[in-house]
């Protein structure tokens, strides 16, 4: 195959990724961002097969390529297809690791027989430029590695293990050991680029991996979505670093891709949430998965109620804005409530959603979430769109969410003080469904809850939501 065909295919692949991104931005049109997706990967995939045919001389490599990606696509999607849509940020942490570590593989391999990558001819040393960009790509690559690793375990929260604990991990001189960690890390990439020593190397990669580690914990469960999101940029980059030194255009267009979409949702979950990004890059968020107040909350009293009693507010009321939390993921009631919003529709009533851009657990979760109950898109709203018509709410059905409603955030020194929520306290009449009075990942007391106008329904969302349908009956 000729390198003029390749370079054609490769940047009418990379056109596909960039529509796909660009369909991505909005849900009416995410099916095909999806379709686009899939095609320019497709299109790169079968490219760069055609060409290690060419390279090879031979079907061999490919032979080995082709064992891989049944192997690895195998596996994949059968986790895929079991995962449940509560673990989805859990795999999507896997996925960010096991790109970091093929960024660290390809650059140990490009290392050692860089001739074999073309980047170098056989028994020559490889090009110092090609040298810097190996090293960064792996120090990068280590570090999304373990990183994602953490945040694996801290999403998952089945592991005992200290790291894997959703509280933050914090100590004196954290800081400052990130910051040598760091300064060691160029200096060793330095030395790679002037002796090419495998030593240098392996303290990049080492390196790299503890800081990765360094990096997340610190960070507590209530800023896991900005994480999830800030390890999808990390391995979008090293990806890209892998592609500069491979010189492979369809690997630094689509890290780069992946790298600044990943910071710039980055970006948008900071704000969302009152955090520095620069303090999120860094891994200094460390806000969030504060000490839970159970004590204080058992002595308060809340206004109890059944469906029934729900179901009775809701059929007198003109306007319903419901919000949709973690236990509404858990529960996997999306399905349910799409039912009993068709009822309320269809007796009058004016429903719509409201949508916080980090509620649940990692971002896009609740849209995810109604997306798949096929939901009606004119009747999400995001939160800047929605947050004015709550005073003019007859009810606010609150389903699994905390923080991202918690009146705190409105509280000079309260944790989340600063952090813009869905202002759900402003409706007439709240109705509020969870399991318990447990807190949220911030560890904070939900004032909300004990308001005069808030109804309390116990129970699992599903249960709950379909109990409230059936008396609309």
Same mark, same amino acid.
């Given at each position: 195959?000729?390198?003029?065909?390749?370079?054609?295919?490769?940047?009418?692949?990379?056109?596909?990724?960039?529509?796909?991104?660009?369909?991505?931005?909005?849900?009416?049109?995410?099916?095909?961002?999806?379709?686009?997706?899939?095609?320019?990967?497709?299109?790169?995939?079968?490219?760069?097969?055609?060409?290690?045919?060419?390279?090879?001389?031979?079907?061999?490599?490919?032979?080995?390529?082709?064992?891989?990606?049944?192997?690895?696509?195998?596996?994949?999607?059968?986790?895929?297809?079991?995962?449940?849509?509560?673990?989805?940020?859990?795999?999507?942490?896997?996925?960010?690791?096991?790109?970091?570590?093929?960024?660290?593989?390809?650059?140990?391999?490009?290392?050692?027989?860089?001739?074999?990558?073309?980047?170098?001819?056989?028994?020559?040393?490889?090009?110092?430029?090609?040298?810097?960009?190996?090293?960064?790509? $792996?120090? @990068? *690559?280590?570090?999304?590695?373990?990183?994602?690793? +953490?945040?694996? &375990?801290? /999403?998952? #929260?089945?592991?005992?293990?200290?790291?894997?604990?959703?509280?933050?991990?914090?100590?004196?001189?954290?800081?400052?050991?990130?910051?040598?960690?760091?300064?060691?890390?160029?200096?060793?990439?330095?030395?790679?680029?002037?002796?090419?020593?495998?030593?240098?190397?392996?303290?990049?990669?080492?390196l790299g991996l503890l800081l990765?580690?360094?990096?997340?914990?610190?960070?507590?469960?209530?800023?896991?979505?900005?994480?999830?999101?800030?390890?999808?940029?990390?391995?979008?980059?090293?990806? $890209?670093? @892998? *592609?500069?030194?491979?010189?492979?255009?369809?690997? +630094?267009?689509? &890290?780069? /891709?992946? #790298?600044?979409?990943?910071?710039?949702?980055?970006?948008?979950?900071?704000?969302?949430?009152?955090?520095?990004?620069?303090?999120?890059?860094?891994?200094?968020?460390?806000?969030?998965?504060?000490?839970?107040?159970?004590?204080?909350?058992?002595?308060?009293?809340?206004?109890?109620?059944?469906?029934?009693?729900?179901?009775?507010?809701?059929?007198?009321?003109?306007?319903?804005?419901?919000?949709?939390?973690?236990?509404?993921?858990?529960?996997?009631?999306?399905?349910?409530?799409?039912?009993?919003?068709?009822?309320?529709?269809?007796?009058?009533?004016?429903?719509?959603?409201?949508?916080?851009?980090?509620?649940?657990?990692?971002?896009?979760?609740?849209?995810?979430?109604?997306?798949?109950?096929?939901?009606?898109?004119?009747?999400?709203?995001?939160?800047?769109?929605?947050?004015?018509?709550?005073?003019?709410?007859?009810?606010?059905?609150?389903?699994?969410?905390?923080?991202?409603?918690?009146?705190?955030?409105y509280t000079k020194g309260s944790?989340?003080?600063?952090?813009?929520?869905?202002?759900?306290?402003?409706?007439?009449?709240?109705?509020?469904?969870?399991?318990?009075?447990?807190?949220?990942?911030?560890?904070?007391?939900?004032?909300?809850?004990?308001?005069?106008?808030?109804?309390?329904?116990?129970?699992?969302?599903?249960?709950?939501?379909?109990?409230?349908?059936?008396?609309?009956?």
């Amino acid at each position: 195959m000729s390198m003029n065909l390749v370079t054609l295919l490769y940047l009418l692949a990379s056109v596909c990724l960039i529509h796909a991104l660009k369909g991505l931005s909005h849900p009416t049109t995410s099916i095909r961002g999806n379709l686009f997706g899939m095609a320019g990967m497709a299109i790169a995939v079968v490219t760069t097969a055609a060409l290690i045919t060419s390279i090879a001389g031979s079907a061999l490599g490919l032979g080995w390529v082709m064992i891989g990606m049944l192997v690895g696509g195998g596996i994949g999607s059968v986790i895929a297809y079991r995962v449940e849509m509560t673990k989805m940020p859990e795999l999507v942490a896997f996925m960010h690791s096991m790109i970091g570590l093929v960024a660290v593989f390809i650059a140990v391999a490009a290392t050692e027989e860089p001739w074999a990558f073309q980047i170098t001819a056989h028994g020559a040393p490889i090009p110092g430029g090609n040298r810097v960009e190996l090293a960064i790509g $792996a120090f @990068i *690559g280590a570090a999304t590695f373990t990183g994602s690793i +953490i945040a694996f &375990g801290k /999403l998952s #929260g089945k592991f005992r293990f200290r790291l894997f604990q959703g509280a933050p991990m914090q100590f004196k001189g954290q800081h400052m050991l990130n910051l040598l960690l760091g300064l060691l890390s160029i200096a060793f990439v330095v030395g790679f680029w002037d002796t090419q020593s495998w030593a240098d190397m392996i303290l990049v990669i080492g390196l790299g991996l503890l800081l990765g580690v360094m990096l997340i914990i610190p960070i507590g469960g209530a800023d896991m979505p900005v994480v999830v999101s800030m390890l999808n940029s990390y391995s979008g980059w090293a990806a $890209a670093g @892998i *592609g500069f030194s491979l010189n492979n255009s369809m690997l +630094i267009i689509a &890290g780069s /891709l992946v #790298g600044s979409s990943g910071a710039i949702l980055s970006y948008i979950m900071c704000k969302a949430m009152n955090r520095s990004f620069v303090s999120v890059i860094l891994g200094g968020l460390g806000g969030g998965g504060g000490s839970d107040i159970a004590g204080a909350k058992a002595q308060r009293n809340v206004k109890t109620g059944s469906a029934d009693d729900a179901a009775f507010v809701l059929s007198n009321a003109e306007s319903v804005i419901i919000v949709p939390g973690y236990g509404l993921a858990v529960a996997r009631a999306q399905h349910a409530v799409k039912e009993l919003a068709q009822k309320l529709v269809s007796m009058g009533v004016q429903v719509k959603y409201a949508i916080h851009p980090v509620a649940g657990r990692m971002p896009g979760h609740m849209n995810v979430l109604l997306a798949e109950a096929e939901v009606p898109y004119d009747q999400v709203f995001e939160m800047e769109d929605i947050n004015s018509e709550f005073a003019q709410a007859d009810v606010a059905i609150v389903l699994g969410a905390n923080d991202v409603v918690n009146p705190a955030a409105y509280t000079k020194g309260s944790p989340i003080f600063g952090m813009p929520i869905l202002e759900a306290f402003k409706a007439k009449t709240v109705i509020v469904n969870k399991r318990s009075l447990a807190s949220g990942y911030a560890g904070l007391d939900n004032e909300l809850f004990y308001m005069e106008k808030t109804m309390m329904v116990f129970g699992d969302a599903k249960k709950v939501v379909e109990d409230m349908g059936k008396t609309l009956d």
